[in-house]
């Protein structure tokens, strides 16, 4: 069993930047395909960019593509998601997830954190 902690979140105005953690314990995450996924108020969790174990394959939302960066530290047993040119739309809390399929729906993810809020300012 793998235990998710986001951070890093913050409020900041449009077309800063960000850097998002999410910290694992209880178990390695080298097994495990990461993503992140996000929940704007009133709407759907989304996803927004997911790894391969060992970051060989790379996938993201149209919305976020070019620029935003997943990226993974297997020996510290950490995820990132760089945000940067944040846009008001970006405004959601941020999940870090762990699953063993190459899925981009929340269902495909077994493990979840808590979550961290993103609010953009225009």
């Known amino acids: 069993q793998v235990q998710l902690r986001e951070s890093g979140g913050g409020l900041v105005q449009a077309g800063a930047s960000l850097r998002l953690s999410c910290a694992a314990s209880?178990?390695?995450?080298?097994?495990?395909?990461m993503a992140w996924f996000r929940q704007a108020p009133g709407k759907e969790r989304e996803f927004v960019a997911r790894?391969?174990?060992?970051?060989?394959?790379?996938a993201y939302s149209d919305s976020v593509k070019g620029r935003f960066t997943i990226s993974r530290d297997n020996a510290k047993n950490t995820v990132y998601l760089q945000l940067n040119s944040l846009k008001p739309e970006d405004t959601a809390v941020y999940y870090c997830?762990?699953?063993?399929?190459?899925?981009?729906?929340?269902?495909?993810?077994?493990?979840w954190g808590q979550g961290t809020q993103v609010t953009v300012s225009s």
């Open positions: 997830a762990a699953g063993t399929a190459y899925s981009t729906i929340s269902l495909g993810y077994d493990h």
């Open positions: 209880g178990r390695g995450i080298s097994t495990y395909i």
């Open positions: 790894m391969s174990q060992f970051g060989g394959s790379t």
